[in-house]
C-alpha cells in the first residue's frame, strides 16, 4: 500500500508542475507586442544635374521652416528702381558729392540752398523734408512725400568755370589796383621812427632790380602789428615812389619817413604780384 501511495503522490506533483509552467507561457507571450511588418517608403532620387534646373519654388518649404534662424521676415524681392525715370527733386538741395560703396559706409554732401549749410547723410537720414533712399554714383535717390525723386550732383561747365577763374582774377586784380585810404597816427609814427633799430627789425628791405636797373625797394618779411603792417603793406610789395617821387635805394626811403612825420596826407606808389598800386595815407 505504502508503494501505491507514493506513486499517486508523484502523479499529482508532476500534474502541479506541469499546469504551472504552462501558465507562466502563456502569460509571458501575452505580453509580448509583435510589431508590424515594416512599411516600404518610395523616395524619389534626383539627380544633381536635374536639381540644378530646379526652380526656386521648389525650395520655399525649406526657406519657410527657417531651420537655422536666418528668416527675418517675409520673402520679398528687392525692389528695383527705374533711375532714369525718375523727377528732378524740386528741394532746395545741392549735391556735393558721394560715396558709394556698402550702404553702411555710403555716404553724401548736401547742402540745404537755404541755409547754405553742408551735412553729411546716409540712407535714412532726413534733409529737409525728404529721407535719403539711395546713394549712387553722382546721384541720390530721395524719398518726398511717397514718391521718389533724384538729386544729381551739381556740375560745373568748363565756361562756367572759366567764368569763375576770370571773376576771381577781376577781383583781385580790381583790389589791387584800386587806391586804398588808410588813416594813421602821428604818435605811432614819430615813436617807430625814433627807433631805428626796432623798426629794422621788423622788415627786410632790398634793393629790386629789372634789366639790371633799379626801380625800388623790395619789402619782406613784415612781421604782424608792425608800422609797416598798419600801413597796409604786404610781404613782396615794391616800393617805387612817394607822392610821385621815384625810389631807387635804401636813402631815398628816407623821403618817405619824412613825409610820413611832417605831411598830413602822403601817397605811396609800389608793385603788388606785378601790378601797380596806390596807397594814401591820412595823418592824424
Known sequence: MRRYYTAINVVLITGVVYFCVKAFYTVSMAQIDYSHPSKTVTRQVVSLEDANHLPLSNYRAIAERNLFN????SFQQPEKLDIESLEQTDLK?????????????????IEDASTKRQNLYRTGDTVQNATLKMVLREKVVLHVNGKDEILNIEKVTSSQRDSKKYQKLSKEISRDTTPQNITLERSKI??????????MKQVRIRPHFSNGEPDGLRLTGIRPNSIFYNMGLKSGDIITGVDGKDIVSVDDALKLYQNLQSSTNVQLQLKRRGRPKTLNYSIQ
Do not use: I
Open 70 to 73: 536666418t528668416k527675418t521676415g
Open 93 to 109: 538741395l545741392k549735391l556735393l558729392g558721394t560715396v558709394t560703396g556698402d550702404k553702411k559706409e555710403a555716404y553724401a554732401v
Open 190 to 199: 614819430e615813436a617807430a621812427v625814433k627807433d631805428v633799430n626796432s623798426l
